[in-house]
């Protein structure tokens, strides 16, 4: 069984900067990935990472911007989010699954509660 856990989200100005965390807890061979979802908008992929070969794959709109990372002794992802924009604004989900790197939420086993995220222009 997994669980993730969210958390970093807040208010911010337009081009500040945000850390997410998700705290994973369980296995840890599973693809971690972020997906964020505005008011009236579907859940969309923004960036993901996989913790058995390392690859990371990011949405076109955050490349440059948003780095996926991890902390192994801590078994937890990071989405550091630079230049942030008021379009950034949505929750912010952490998911995980049981194979590589994919970019659709259905292809995810496991979601966190979402932490939301604000950038105000």
């Known amino acids: 069984q997994v669980q993730l856990v969210e958390t970093g989200g807040g208010l911010v100005q337009a081009g500040g900067s945000l850390r997410l965390s998700c705290a994973v807890s369980?296995?840890?061979?599973?693809?971690t990935g972020w997906f964020r979802q505005a008011p009236g908008k579907e859940r969309e992929f923004v960036a993901a990472?996989?913790?058995?070969?390392?690859?990371?794959t990011y949405a076109d709109s955050v490349k440059g911007r948003f780095t996926i990372s991890r902390d192994n002794g801590k078994n937890t992802v990071y989405l550091q989010m630079n230049s942030l924009k008021p379009e950034d604004t949505a929750v912010y989900y952490c998911?995980?699954?049981?194979?590589?790197?994919?970019?659709?939420?259905?292809?995810?086993?496991?979601w966190g509660q979402g932490t939301q995220v604000t950038v105000s222009s």
């Open positions: 998911a995980a699954r049981i194979a590589g790197v994919a970019i659709t939420s259905l292809s995810y086993n496991y």
């Open positions: 369980g296995r840890t061979y599973y693809t």
């Open positions: 990472f996989s913790w058995g070969g390392g690859t990371t």
